[in-house]
């Protein structure tokens, strides 16, 4: 199942689902690069409230800003890219993803394979719990003044539930804003046998993405919900989800997964598998992505594995039984974006993570707030305060970023995390003795 | 309580900047008093439909925060270094119980902070009503419009339960006629600090404005009116400074201290968006019609500013702000937004690239509300000011 190759000294181990969805980012950005020839149009989009189905539905080809700037992130390219936004003007306080974005967009466009990246012919603008998407695409629009632009305007669930109105004021932009675009542009029709046939196979894969973070409640977890979680993601918050290979992905990574249970096996990181599981944490917000592996290898070093995380629903909530729907589709796709996670509110924001903390046993629950993005992070100190008093639970804070590498202080991370392990140690002893979580946390 | 028929100009002054600095909320409290109906609504920036809350016999108060007069003791506990000021004097006021007499809180959609901001004060504030409202960012009457109108009729209802008071058209038709009235006399003060500058400073006309955020509108209507009575009659001789627009402060408020600078530097404020809300609409709305709700669902998807928290991909900010350094002859641009505002400071490279394009001279800087040292910026806009008047 699995294959094995040495790098120095350092076993870098690859499982199935990992080849395949390389396999699928491939094939994906290769499509990109040959628009020209193909004729496709390409949609620049964001993953909270996507609407990958109905893309497809037209034969069209996403792309996602976020997931460059993370990419850049990830290969260091963001320093360049942020600060040559802010010699445009861009203020230092601003999202770093959208001053990456845009330093990306003006020293090329260059996608993570190397390739330029197609100019958008949609910008399709989701505006689902993140005001800041609407600001972005407003300066995408300027920059990019021939893309033709739809919005959809996503209310929050500033009452903790779905209201009717919000629904029908979304298939309404659907209908009436969205997909006259994509006819448009597409020229194509829309059909909606075409896209519940997508829904239907999003709904397998939603399936089975959380048969893989439910397999968290085994004891050694064989999944990180965090770090690896932001690849179990990748297909499905992205370019795949509606397709039969995302299905393909994801039936390999429960093989994966189910392989890693039989043999006791811990989630698997850059440096091979978790031997020890120490600690089972929950973690709120994005992880940084210009220190990736350094940021994880702090928690698995110390055998930290995280079970659960709020991140990992960015994309789409699916724990509480929402699936994407062949019948009335573009009911299902309102219900689907009013669902994701920052368009939550607080009170449900937490009612998530507790739920996250019970059902995969976490012995922590850590905050990584992140200075760029006010919709995950303002409020999370109160979020914070509010579990450690509901579950008696250790907290842990720290700070980081998602591109910027100027936000990435090693040592104040390292330092606030011993003193946090240290906390767990001392909860773990006194759990030996007093079994001080009662059986209706653990429940 | 209070008269609010000054004798004097300076008298007007002096009550507005008391109004402005009492963050007991003494005003609305005794307001309250009156009725048993009555009820304490508070809102965050930028705007908010007032006139269905008055049709309610309710209050709207407009909470901007409480800039250098609070210490922030438990506010800075809620939010990180990184978010801006504003909240964290929100939620002190909210947890010293300044805000105990207020039956509920609306927190209209203009940024992330804000919105979360309302789910704290849900988790904390829970026996209060507390609300997100969230705009329509479609404008097509059939779309957003009909979206918006649900929304404020889910307002409307959860407001009346409050006490019990039903709106009636005729009590709406009535608000709308009043907040005419409002729009209207405060234009008329800002024409006359357009026109003559050194008669209402900057300093003055904030504080008068700002008293619109508190005052009962029928008083606030009487008070502007003898404000600008009173100014009218006030002779000063103009100084040699130049005219300048300030931009992006619309949510978390300058220190007086600071706008007081950008003038004592050489800058005469003629325009800015620092209560924004309150002059929304620069028209006057129907108040007379059969469906007053449909006039302010209307207004709104038709009649809205060019403001960073309605959306629009047609430079129309630009366009904007270009033509009120024209129509106020301005001869510059401050852009002077909070730190850490997302919707200021996102859209300020494009207008500040408007400007360049149009050669309309300009700088920026950021502040807090409770910003203590002015030093620096009052070097900035001093250097602005006599780089306009050496070369233009």
Redesign the interface.
């Known amino acids: 199942m699995n294959q094995q190759k040495q790098a120095g000294t350092i076993k870098i181990q690859k499982e199935n689902s990992m080849l395949k969805q390389k396999q699928m980012l491939a094939e994906h950005f290769m499509a990109l690069s040959q628009v020209r020839e193909t004729g496709k149009k390409v949609v620049y989009t964001f993953v909270p409230g996507n609407l990958t189905e109905l893309i497809y539905t037209f034969d069209m080809l996403p792309v996602y800003p976020e997931i460059n700037a993370l990419q850049s992130g990830m290969r260091k390219k963001s320093h360049d890219y942020i600060r040559e936004a802010e010699d ?4 230092e ?3 770093s993803y ?1 001053k990456c974005d845009i330093g990306m967009m003006l020293q090329g466009n260059i996608g993570p394979t190397g390739q330029k990246l197609p100019d958008p012919d949609i910008l399709l603008l989701s ?1 689902t719990g ?3 998407f ?6 995408l ?2 920059l990019y003044p021939n893309a033709e ?1 739809a ?1 959809l ?1 996503i ?2 669930q ?1 009452a903790g539930r779905i ?1 009717p ?2 629904v ?2 979304i298939k ?2 659907l209908l ?2 969205v997909i006259p675009v994509f006819e448009k542009v597409s020229g194509t029709s829309f059909e909606e046998k075409v896209l519940a046939k997508k829904m239907d196979l999003s709904a397998q894969a939603e399936d089975l993405l959380i048969e893989v973070f439910d397999s968290a409640q085994q004891k050694p977890s064989p999944i990180d919900a965090y770090f690896g979680g932001v690849y179990y993601i990748g297909p499905i918050f992205t370019a795949f989800r509606g397709s039969e290979s995302c299905v393909d992905y994801y039936r390999e990574l429960v093989k994966d997964v189910d392989y890693r249970i039989q043999n006791k096996l811990g989630p698997l990181t850059p440096d091979g598998y978790l031997e020890q599981e120490q600690y089972r944490l929950v973690v709120e917000g994005p992880p940084n992505w210009t220190h990736f592996r350094n940021f994880w290898k702090i928690f698995y070093d110390q055998g930290a594995v995280f079970v659960g995380s709020s991140y990992t629903r960015v994309g789409g909530v699916y724990d509480d039984g929402f699936r994407h729907s062949p019948d009335d589709p573009l009911r299902s796709l309102a219900e689907y974006c009013l669902g994701c996670y920052t368009n939550r ?3 449900q924001r937490i009612d998530l993570l507790e739920r996250f903390i019970r059902r995969y046993h976490a012995d922590g629950f850590l905050v990584n ?1 992140i ?1 760029s993005c ?2 995950f ?6 979020m914070m305060r ?1 579990l450690e008093e509901r579950l008696q639970i250790p907290v842990g804070f720290i ?1 980081t970023d998602l591109v910027d590498p100027r936000y990435y202080s090693y040592s104040n991370i390292k330092n606030r995390l011993d003193s946090f392990f240290q906390m767990l140690d001392q909860r773990h002893t006194v759990r030996v003795t007093d079994d001080w979580l009662s059986d209706d946390v653990l429940a | 309580m209070e008269t609010w028929m000054p004798e004097t100009y300076d008298d007007a002054i002096t009550q507005s900047r008391a109004l402005f600095e009492d963050l007991t909320y003494t005003y609305p409290r005794e307001w309250k008093a009156k009725a048993d109906t009555r009820r304490l609504i508070g809102y965050l920036p930028i705007y908010i439909p007032r006139e269905i809350i008055h049709a309610l016999d309710m209050l709207p108060v407009g909470l901007f925060g409480a800039g250098d007069r609070l210490p922030v003791v438990r506010g800075d ?4 270094s ?2 801006c000021h504003l ?1 964290r004097t929100v939620i002190e006021l909210a947890l010293n119980g300044n805000l105990d007499d207020f039956d509920g809180f609306i927190f209209p ?5 804000i ?6 004060f ?3 504030m829970g026996d209060r009503y507390v ?2 409202l ?1 705009f ?3 404008f ?1 009457p ?3 419009g ?2 918006y109108r ?2 404020l009729e ?1 307002l409307i209802d959860d407001l009346s339960k409050l006490n019990g008071v039903v709106l009636t058209n005729s009590a709406l038709n009535k608000a709308i006629h009043l907040y005419n009235r409002n729009r209207n006399l405060l234009q008329r003060l800002d024409s006359i600090r357009v026109d003559r500058p050194h008669v209402v400073s900057a300093t003055d006309f904030y504080l008068i404005r700002r008293a619109g955020q508190i005052l009962e509108v029928e008083e606030c209507n009487r008070f502007w009116q003898r404000v600008i009575d009173l100014a009218d009659s006030i002779v000063r001789e103009p100084e040699d400074k130049i005219r300048v627009v300030v931009s992006g402060s619309f949510c978390e408020q300058p220190p007086l201290g600071l706008i007081k600078t950008i003038e004592n530097a050489g800058c005469y404020i003629v325009e800015d968006d620092f209560q924004l809300g309150l002059n929304w609409f620069r028209h006057e709305l129907p108040a007379d019609t059969d469906d007053p709700l449909g006039v302010l669902v209307d207004a709104y998807l038709n009649h809205s500013p060019a403001s ?1 928290a309605v ?3 047609e ?1 129309a900010r630009g366009k904007a702000l270009l033509s009120q350094v024209q129509e106020q002859k301005a001869d510059g641009v401050i852009f002077c ?1 909070p ?5 200021a ?6 207008l ?2 408007s400007m360049d394009q149009n050669h309309i001279k300009h700088f920026s800087f ?1 502040y807090h509300e409770n910003l203590g040292q002015f030093h620096v910026i009052k070097e900035q806009a001093g250097t602005f000011a006599d780089m306009v008047k050496l070369w233009e």
């Open positions: 445009l003007g861009y203020s306080d601003v999202c959208v505006y993140c005001f800041v609407m600001k972005w695409f407003e300066n629009k300027q632009i919005m305007h209310p929050y500033e209201e109105d919000a029908n004021y309404k932009q009436s804003e509110n607080l009170p707030s200075k006010n919709s992070s303002a409020g999370q100190l109160v509010d700070e | 506990a809620f939010f990180q990184y978010i909240p959609s203009i940024c992330d902070v919105r979360n901001l309302s789910g704290i849900r988790m904390k609300r997100y969230d329509p960012q479609n097509n059939e779309v957003g009909t979206y649900s929304e889910r960073s959306y629009t991909t430079e937004a730190s850490f505002c997302d919707p400071l996102l859209d300020r490279p494009a500040e690239q950021q």
